[in-house]
């Protein structure tokens, strides 16, 4: 009988503490000296790694994208996209800015999970939004990863990115959980959510850890690798002029002083460690650290950051008794998959990552530095898959690797998108600024189309047409009611 050796009620806390009204101060600028990570430092990984960090720095844009994760640079692709549909003959001419290497933010650094909520949580959802807006909630995240895959298909990118379609599966490790899992599959399945995808294992099958659960679809992936491509798609649109600066943090944003022809025809004055870029609009992609050029967005009512932690672990049976599935378990804070395998491993490496409920009663909240790694966290890690999946991990084995990342959460736990709105300024002092943040941990199935609709925006403002919402985009995630 496996048995879970952390605390398995941790997730109502760590909501608790997330909602204290204390004021923080707005988070810093990413750190320069990460841990090192699977994804980002394996040899070839990250070819845009230092890409336009040298040489002469662009001095002016239509569209400043300032942050070069998943949302920055699925809101330079949907731009392209957008635009590529009008009949505009000049390109608009885009800047990504990035203050580390290319993509080592959250996407370079997290569990390689792709999945679509499957129900979870669809009852507190509908209490708290709607039901319309509870299905709109899980439309996104299906339109995200099946948009995902169809790109990674249609450009025959399955290997370049390692795609793997296995299926996700959720552990439900208390009585509570499993009562909760059902009442939200009956409650989705009568709102109309197609469900056909999801199968119930007894505590028998789910591959000798001894808790009930459920599959449903889920892949995983290489993050950095497909944001590497997508950037490689945006810059071959027809409609952008595309640059991207690495190794450039942007420090202060201020409006245009009009002493230059630059400064009057463009908005705002982006201040970098390399010089300035005079801008007529700003999309904010910078998640965890968004409050640092946009204090008002600091605290429980904006983005907080949150470190999590996850590690490269080598499993002690082959694949196929571990299982080729990703998977979810003590009420998510714990996620993981088996890597496929490469020449001459005869165990998978495992990408495992959580660990935060070992660290209450700070959870790691305004936590934004990734140099380091949480001893704690990282004990809970190395017993949990030994303990959960007796004689298929070795006890007190090391990982190969061990890193942390900065996540961006919200109280909500939803992100927050659109036009930036300061709501204790009346005044429209963020006029052509956008942003798409606070995935709170769960942005692989989100941040690409939320990124997606904040360029749809920008693409109206300057087509001068109006938008109106996807109808797969939840309207609570709007900054702004339209
Ligand atoms: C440890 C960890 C595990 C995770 N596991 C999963 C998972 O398995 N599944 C899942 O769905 N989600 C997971 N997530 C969450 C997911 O990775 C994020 O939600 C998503 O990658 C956010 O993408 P982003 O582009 O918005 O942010 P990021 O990838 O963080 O990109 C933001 C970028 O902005 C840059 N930046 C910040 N400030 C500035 C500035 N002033 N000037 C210039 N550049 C700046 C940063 O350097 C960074 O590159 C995890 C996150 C972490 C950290």
């Known amino acids: ?123 507190s959802a509908s209490q708290r939004f709607g039901t319309d807006e509870a299905l709109r909630w899980l439309a996104l995240e299906r339109h995200t990863v099946s948009s995902i895959v169809q790109i990674i298909q249609a450009h025959g990118l399955e290997e370049a990115v390692d795609l793997v379609n296995n299926g996700r599966i959720e552990l439900l490790v208390t009585p509570e959980e499993l009562v909760e899992a059902k009442a939200d599959f009956e409650a989705a399945k009568t709102a109309g959510v197609c469900l056909d995808d999801v199968t119930w294992l007894k505590e028998n099958e789910t591959f000798g850890s001894s808790y009930p659960g459920y599959s449903h679809t889920g892949y995983n992936l290489w993050p950095l690798k497909f944001v590497t491509k997508l950037y490689k798609l945006a810059a071959a649109s027809p409609a952008l002029n595309l640059t991207l600066h690495t190794r450039t943090p942007v420090i202060a944003i201020n409006p245009s002083d009009g002493s230059s022809e630059s400064s009057t025809t463009h908005l705002w004055t982006l201040t970098t460690s390399r010089g300035s870029i005079f801008c007529t609009r700003i999309i904010h992609s910078t998640n965890a650290y968004v409050s640092h050029l946009l204090p008002h967005m600091r605290g429980p009512t904006g983005v907080v950051p949150v470190r999590g932690q996850v590690m490269a672990l080598r499993a002690a049976a082959p694949v196929e008794s571990i299982s080729r599935h990703a998977w979810t378990g003590n009420e998510g804070f714990e996620y993981w998959f088996p890597r496929p395998l490469e020449k001459g491993q005869e165990h998978p490496l495992v990408i495992l990552g959580g660990g935060r409920e070992a660290t209450m009663p700070d959870y790691e909240f305004y936590v934004a530095d990734d140099s380091e790694i949480n001893a704690k966290a990282g004990s809970a890690l190395r017993k949990f898959l030994p303990a959960l999946f007796p004689g298929k991990y070795e006890e007190g084995r090391e990982p190969e690797m061990e890193w942390t990342g900065i996540m961006g959460y919200t109280v909500t736990g939803d992100p927050l998108v659109g036009p930036v709105v300061d709501p204790n300024n009346s005044t429209n002092v963020y006029d052509g600024h956008f942003v798409s943040a606070g995935y709170s941990g769960h942005g692989m199935p989100r941040a690409f189309a939320c990124a997606e609709a904040v360029a749809q925006m920008v693409a109206a403002e300057i087509l001068g047409k109006s938008w109106s919402p996807p109808e797969w985009l939840p309207q609570h995630y709007l900054t702004q009611a339209v």
Not at 38 to 60: I, M
Request: hydrophobic fraction near 40%.
């Open 1 to 123: 009988m496996a048995v879970l050796l952390i605390p398995t009620s941790a997730l109502a806390d760590s909501q608790r503490v997330l909602g204290l009204q204390v004021d923080h101060a707005p988070a810093p600028l990413p750190v320069a000296n990460w841990t090192k990570s699977f994804w980002v430092n394996s040899p070839g990984a990250n070819p845009l790694a230092g890409e336009g960090s040298e040489g002469l720095l662009t001095d002016e844009a239509d569209v400043c994208i300032i942050g070069s994760g998943l949302t920055g640079v699925s809101a330079a692709y949907h731009l392209g996209k957008e635009l590529e549909e009008s009949d505009g003959s000049e390109k608009l001419k885009v800047v990504i800015l990035d203050a580390r290497d290319f993509c080592t933010g959250a996407t370079g650094r997290n569990g390689g999970h792709l999945s679509p909520v499957a129900f979870a949580h669809f009852n």
